[in-house]
């Protein structure tokens, strides 16, 4: 990990934010950095998860409040993907894989509250 912060934080003269996604999340704007202790190993076996997790922090940068910096709008993108993630995962009986997972997922990206998603924040701002 501490190779891909050293390579995010060289980035930042390219890119206002930049995410390393991975067991634990690594987000910095060259300024703060911050690491986000979510997610479930299933979401690395779905096809096109990653690609959806890019739209969510688009939207979320879009939407974002003018006191919200783009770092902290990425984090709380990154926290309700995965914890979509973690409440699909939780779902699932023993006997259901992938495809099962992947329709639980939508239902929590869908019904995941902001209220939820910020009271269940595992997030971890380093400076």
Same mark, same amino acid.
Do not use: H, N, P
């Given at each position: 990990? &501490?190779? &891909?912060?050293?390579?995010?934080?060289? @980035?930042?003269?390219?890119?206002?934010?930049?995410?390393? !996604? *991975?067991?634990? =999340?690594?987000?910095?704007?060259g300024e703060q950095e911050w690491q986000v202790h979510h997610g479930e190993a299933m979401m690395t076996q779905v096809t096109a /998860? *990653?690609? *959806? /997790? !890019?739209s969510v922090l688009g939207?979320?940068?879009?939407?974002? &409040? =003018? =006191?919200?910096? @783009? *770092?902290? &709008?990425v984090v709380a993108g990154l926290c309700l993907y995965a914890q979509a993630g973690e409440r699909a995962k939780a779902e699932l009986q023993p006997e259901q894989g992938t495809g099962s997972f992947y329709v639980n997922f939508l239902d929590a990206l !869908?019904? @995941?509250t902001a209220e939820q998603v910020a009271k269940q924040a595992k997030v971890e701002v380093l400076v």
């Open positions: 990990m &501490a190779s &891909a912060k050293k390579s995010a934080r060289a @980035l930042t003269q390219y890119a206002q934010v930049v995410v390393v !996604t *991975g067991e634990v =999340d690594f987000v910095t704007d /998860l *990653g690609c *959806g /997790l !890019t939207a979320f940068i879009g939407a974002k &409040a =003018d =006191d919200v910096s @783009l *770092g902290e &709008a !869908t019904v @995941l």
